[in-house]
């Protein structure tokens, strides 16, 4: 991990701790920018490519950070969790499943599921790549924008499996 960039949409709860990490940084706002505007805000700010967005309540698996950070596919979009390991079914060992397929509402069972289950919580993409959430969604599916807009530039999105996220 290169930093932490931590949108604090609430300033007056900020633990004095934080601030002895010299790789967390503090992007303090006067009001809730919500999910859409902070990660708009952050994910240009990060010093390296690869960014993962990981809201304040969720835990994930430290290796999961390490085995995204080893891949050799460098042509993705975004690298969301499969929705199975947020709800705690979790397989072996982590691996990626190719989640282009979940692209249209025609495919309502899969597309929603992944949907219904916030992928918001943990995804990582690549900075070079990133198009920022369009305001007039302001604070929904933001998720949804940066999956769809993806496949529509040709990017594939990809599901991480093998490691456990807790809320």
């Known amino acids: 991990v290169s930093e932490v960039l931590i949108v604090n949409n609430k300033v007056e709860s900020t633990p004095d701790w934080i601030n002895d990490f010299t790789k967390v940084k503090l992007l303090n706002q006067k009001q809730n920018l919500y999910f859409n505007g ?56 982590g691996h990626l499943f190719d989640g282009s397929h979940f692209q249209s509402k025609q495919q309502i069972t899969p597309y929603e599921k992944f949907f219904n289950h916030g992928p918001g919580m943990f995804f990582c993409l690549q900075v070079d790549k990133f198009k920022p959430i369009p305001d007039n969604l302001k604070h929904h599916c933001g998720d949804r924008f940066i999956f769809q807009n993806n496949i529509e530039r040709g990017l594939k999105n990809y599901f991480l499996e093998g490691f456990r996220l807790q809320i």
């Not at 835990?59 to 995204?68: G, H, M, P, S």
């Open 38 to 93: 902070s990660v708009n805000l952050a994910v240009p700010l990060c010093s390296s490519n690869l960014c993962c967005v990981l809201n304040d309540d969720a835990n994930i698996d430290v290796l999961a950070f390490q085995f995204i950070s080893e891949l050799n596919n460098k042509d993705f979009g975004c690298i969301f969790m499969n929705p199975r390991c947020i709800e705690g079914e979790s397989v072996p060992e």
